[in-house]
């Protein structure tokens, strides 16, 4: 999860471009619903927003991330590759329209939809405090997916 965060780094630094990956997506479709910079406003929120996630999440925003945690997991069970597999889509007064060749490219836009709009609707409850939290002190049980 380490080379993620510093390939998110490198992104946001204009260091790289990528030519692919769902990643950058998800960056640009949770800019566009909450207009908070995705990686200083979410990258290690709570318990579960960024790379891992353990414990108990902290409030509703981190309860966003602990289910896209689920979506994607269900999704790499189906082997899909939730991180490199480019989806495309639109947004247009904040309906986001979902498109992609495969199944997998469909239904990672759609995890990656389903997150940005929770962020959106908690955005009220969003706590400055759990942002660049240490995962390492969430030592609650997981709930389950």
């Known amino acids: 999860m380490k080379l993620v965060l510093l390939w998110v780094v490198l992104i946001i630094s204009g260091r790289m471009v990528p030519s ?12 566009q619903a909450t207009g908070k910079n995705p990686v200083f406003s ?3 929120y709570g318990c579960y927003c960024g790379p891992g996630g353990k414990g108990q999440p902290k409030d509703a925003t981190d309860w966003c991330c602990k289910i896209h945690d689920c979506c994607y997991k269900r999704l790499m069970q189906q082997r899909c590759h939730v991180l490199v597999d480019r989806y495309n889509y639109s947004s247009i007064s904040g309906d986001i329209k979902c498109c992609g060749r495969t199944q997998c490219q469909k239904e990672i836009c759609q ?9 959106q ?6 706590q ?3 942002r660049f939290s240490w995962k390492s002190l969430c030592q609650e049980k997981n709930p389950k997916c």
Not at 111 to 119: Q, S
Not at 121 to 126: A, D, G, H, Q
């Open 111 to 119: 995890c990656d939809k389903e997150l940005a709009l929770c962020l």
């Open 128 to 130: 400055k405090a759990y």
């Open 121 to 126: 609707r908690n955005l009220v409850s969003y």
């Open 20 to 31: 692919q990956g769902s990643l950058i997506q998800l960056i640009k479709m949770i800019k």
């Open 42 to 44: 979410y990258l290690n």
